[in-house]
């Protein structure tokens, strides 16, 4: 029989377990075990609910549900989980942080804490407890998940926003592999178009294709909402020459896309009606379950956002933090969920059954073999340590969550994009929207 | 003896107290009959306004209380175009909505008025929009109108009619449209439907005596259904401007506003601003900046249409 300590634990828990995950009665033995031994003792009688984003994959509820289940069998903590669309959580998160009445536990999207950072448990000690057994965060989680020197969420995972494109069509198109710089990527995008296999990204109101693309695009090409003390400065020489980018890229997708949602590409690459768009792995997971788009999944690949002229990547990525509300009655029960979740026997198994299409933010979970069983999901690995945070260089509190609900830079987009409105007012009508939420 | 007797069988007659008399007062009644009711409005209508009101005043976020600020929240909105732009967007898809669904709603009325091969079942059917819940209608037109699988496009495309997809999301002034067009399909019925109670309740005797009269059908509708109806014509349109300007569900589920907020009602943009961008107090300020457009239609609706004092009981001048 195997005598748990918190040693061996913290030796078990390396990177051997993402090989050899626990399942069924091991589970349990070993979720026991963890609860004796965890720094946090749930209090007696402790009921959490959650609520967290809906699943795009469905192994990864069922996964998801397995997890909690063993940490209820552990502790005896029932936990009840609701489930809502990415969008949705926020503003349900909003109203219980102002009515101090609803889940104990919120699991959302980007910057979600930073809206209400003095309503969140202090974190520090179960996110310490995991960066130093799991070889520390990656920067952008940091940030996410820091309030000052607060913790204030602890950040569960990442979903990447790559590109996703046909391999077939890209190859007739005189490009073997997806291009690696923006000047590339307009001969690309022209290429594409001008044989009949048009690409697409979303402009319309899309919280998640849609920022993922032009936060990407302002910054690969030096502009900036706000510098390092949340000073305004998208009315800038750098802006224009994004926006003119993006105009350019614009012209050469199918029509449309001034209207799209996040389902919108989805649908469309699906359909055979565009040949790349900027999307999870949703795309991917969804042409190989289904048999009749196997030959999509076969003919499509995934690459990272091209870089622009300042030379580095420049992507945006969806974060999802985990907070607990102050206003709960269990805190200590909270953080335990939030530490069990995150430990490598429970976490490893969780993110393998997401296929690529969740991220960790730990690094030690690099090696967890999801990332190489099928090398089209290998660029997915790296997408937490390649994003920046919706703040750009500013901060990322509740201002950078402001601006990027309120779809400032993506209507600054679109606005110019669709000829609405020339580079200068564009960037003027954004200016003076961000001043009105960085006042 | 007997004056004894007599004396004891007298009742004893007191002057009545304040409080007798309040019990038989019909004034003093009538407040504790109407206070359940005034409990309920104050509760629920009366302070959760006067709070909106308050809370546009403050700088107030999501998760805390703010501090009060003047009119900051309105001079900010002032100057803000997008704002603006949200209060033309909400006159035009409350004006233009509003006359369609009333045109409409009243000639279908007329039409269901009139002695139709099964009448019932098409008064059944035209029901139908306005009893779909509005998500599901919504994602219908969603699908209807997308950029890449609209049955309209295809179909016209099939026909030869065009030669691309029709962008009715994705261009400006083809959003408008196209959500104003899912706004008077949902609301003619309700119009519809009510306007017929109300031709329902006119007699014929009166168009009997314009026949005599040798009225043509037009001076009847003109001269006698018309007058008739604006009783309930005041109702009806009164409640179809204040749910059209107050419209949220179908502009959040087909266009969240966009495309560059060409879609975007004073109602998302509180919702976008308030719940979404945490700023609970700019929010409040959109959403109280509605309510002098919504007592303009009222009063309009009330002292227009039912200016006529038979209507409200006395004799016409």
Known sequence: MTTFTRRTLVKGGTLAAAASALTGPALLEWAKAWAQSAPWKPEKNAQLSMLRWKYFVQSEDDAFVKLIEAFTQATGVKVNISRESYEDVQPKASVTANTGAGPDLFWGLYSLPHLFPQKCVDVSDVADYLGKKYGGWVPSAVQYGKSGNKWIAVPVCYSGNLMNYRIEASKKAGFSEFPKTTDEFIAYAKAM???????????????????????????????NHVDKGDKVTINSPETEKALNFAKALYAEMIPGTASWNDAFNNKAFLANE?????????IYVAANRDPNLKKIAEDMNHAYMPIGPIGKPTELHLMYPVLAMTHTKFPQACKALMAFMMESDQFNPWIGAAQGYLTHCLNAYDSNPVWTADP???????????????????????????????????????????????????????????QRIYR | MTDVALDKAKPILREPGAWDRLKVNRNWLSIWFMLPAAAFLILFLAYPLGLGVWISFTDARIGRGGEFVGLENYEWLWDDSVFWLSVFNTLLYTIVASIVKFAVGLYLAVLLNENLPFKAMLRAVVLIPFIVPTVLSAIAFWWLYDSQFSIISWSLRKTGLIATNIDFLGDVWNARWSVIFANIWRGVPFVAITLLAGLQTVSPSLYEAATIDGANRWQMFRHVTYP???????????????????????????????????????????????????????????STAMIPFLLASILISWFGLQRRKWQQGESND
């Open chain 1, 193 to 223: 178009k001008a044989q009949g296999t048009p690409g697409g990204m979303a402009l319309g109101h899309a919280s998640g294709d849609g920022n993922g693309w032009i936060y990407w695009c302002l910054w690969a090409h030096g502009g």
């Open chain 1, 274 to 282: 565009i040949s790349w768009t900027n999307n999870g792995i949703s």
């Open chain 1, 376 to 434: 089209k999901r290998t660029v997915y690995r790296d997408v937490a340590k390649r994003s920046l945070t919706a703040g750009g260089q500013g901060s990322v509190g509740e201002k950078a969550a402001a601006a990027i609900a309120d779809f400032v830079l993506l209507d600054m987009f679109a606005s110019y994009c669709t000829g609405r409105e020339d580079a200068k007012a564009a960037m003027r009508i954004a200016e003076r929207q961000l």
């Open chain 2, 228 to 286: 008739l109806l604006t009783p309930i014509i005041a109702v009806v349109m009164t409640f179809s401007v204040l749910f059209t300007f107050t419209d949220f569900q179908l502009i959040w589920v087909l266009t969240r506003g966009g495309p560059v907020n060409a879609t975007q009602l004073m109602a998302t943009l509180s919702y976008q601003r308030a719940i979404l961008g945490g700023h609970l107090g700019e929010g409040a300020a959109i």
